[in-house]
């Protein structure tokens, strides 16, 4: 049961990242884009530090799970948490115009997901 969520975690981050949002970006004008992006990452990060924190539940009732395994499911929750955290500031810098504190937040959320993409597939194999 506890490789349920880190492959639920990684199909969601393919699906979010490779076809909702480029759906969205090509076939929206970008005011409604950004209203659209606006609504669902907020959701998109909660269900994964949900689904990163019923995957340390479940490897607490696993009879052998490892430190790794508790290592991904618990810096998923905490990254899928930082991002969303920092979602505020990413809409105010660009509201703003502040491209450089935008570009530097976007990044930031960009590569704990795909950290948190790597981890999750690693799961399956540790």
Not at 16 to 38: M, W
Not at 41 to 50: E, G, R, Y
Not at 58 to 71: G, K, M, N, R, V
Not at 90 to 111: C, M, P, W
Request: hydrophobic letters at 50%.
């Amino acid at each position: 049961m506890h490789y349920y969520f880190p492959g639920m975690i990684a199909g969601i981050i393919i699906l979010q990242t490779s076809i909702v949002a480029p759906t969205l970006f090509k076939k929206l004008n970008i005011e409604d884009f950004g209203r659209a992006i606006r609504a669902l990452w907020p959701k998109f990060f909660i269900m994964l530090a949900i689904l990163g924190g019923a995957s340390l539940v479940s490897l607490y009732f696993e009879s052998d799970p490892t430190i790794p395994q508790y290592a991904i499911s618990g810096s998923t929750t905490l990254f899928a948490l930082i991002c969303y955290a920092i979602i505020p500031a990413t809409n105010r810098a660009t509201d703003e115009g502040d491209q450089k504190k935008f570009n530097l937040l976007h990044k930031i959320s960009v590569y704990l997901t795909v950290i948190m993409l790597l981890t999750n597939i690693s799961f399956l194999f540790i």
